[in-house]
């Protein structure tokens, strides 16, 4: 298992847990996780998706954007 956690400054911090081949992504105080994959990501486009879902207020999940 890998965790991995990253701060944007003053807004969120991501967590991304890899479980095999599946990767989630939780929010700074949410449980439910704001995406997944099941693939290699790019952490700046997961940052940016992040911070665009939670300035819109989304809980859904949202698949990641593949490299």
């Given at each position: 298992?890998?965790?991995?956690?990253?701060?944007?400054?003053?807004?969120?911090?991501?967590?991304?847990?890899?479980?095999t081949s599946v990767t989630?992504?939780?929010?700074?105080?949410?449980?439910?996780?704001?995406?997944?994959?099941?693939?290699?990501?790019?952490?700046?486009?997961?940052?940016?998706?992040?911070?665009?879902?939670?300035?819109?207020?989304?809980?859904?999940?949202?698949?990641?954007?593949?490299?």
């Open positions: 298992m890998l965790i991995l956690s990253s701060e944007v400054p003053s807004v969120i911090k991501i967590t991304v847990i890899s479980l989630l992504v939780f929010l700074r105080g949410e449980e439910e996780a704001i995406a997944w994959g099941n693939d290699v990501f790019d952490m700046e486009k997961m940052k940016e998706r992040a911070l665009v879902e939670k300035r819109e207020g989304k809980k859904t999940e949202a698949q990641l954007e593949m490299k």
